[in-house]
Nanobody, 124 residues
Framework: QVHLVESGGGLVQAGGSLRLSCLASGSIISINVMGWHRQAPGKQRELVATLTSGGSTNYADAVLGRFAVSRDNANNTVYLQMNNLKPEDTAVYYC??????????????????WGQGTQVTVSS
């Protein structure tokens, strides 16, 4: 199993910044994609940003130019730097990591893991 632990959420005023972190642990062989999604009250979960092992990024239009996704390969950590936050960015943010891990029986299998979510609240 691959376990994700998120941190960095909180309450911030509009125009402020926050940095989310997500640490992946377990018998990880490779990480192919790391990313962030969010879910606001009464809305469906939506993609915020992704980063592939090759360095390709993808951002939702709503955050383009304000958010930046990055990773620390040595520590299996993905970050989301959020600048110029707006009240509409208020949501629970979820980390998502996909790749290959080694099972307890020593097989290589794909995984697609999600974090528990961290609350981001932006006040106007």
């Amino acid at each position: 199993q691959v376990h994700l632990v998120e941190s960095g959420g909180g309450l911030v005023q509009a125009g402020g910044s926050l940095r989310l972190s997500c640490l992946a642990s377990g018998s990880i062989i490779s990480i192919n994609v790391m990313g962030w999604h969010r879910q606001a009250p009464g809305k469906q979960r939506e993609l915020v940003a992704t980063l592939t092992s090759g360095g390709s990024t993808n951002y939702a239009d709503a955050v383009l130019g304000r958010f930046a996704v990055s990773r620390d390969n040595a520590n299996n950590t993905v970050y989301l730097q959020m600048n110029n936050l707006k009240p509409e960015d208020t949501a629970v943010y979820y980390c998502n990591v996909a790749g290959i891990h080694r099972t307890p029986t020593n097989y290589y299998r794909s995984y697609d893991s999600w974090g528990q979510g961290t609350q981001v609240t932006v006040s106007s």
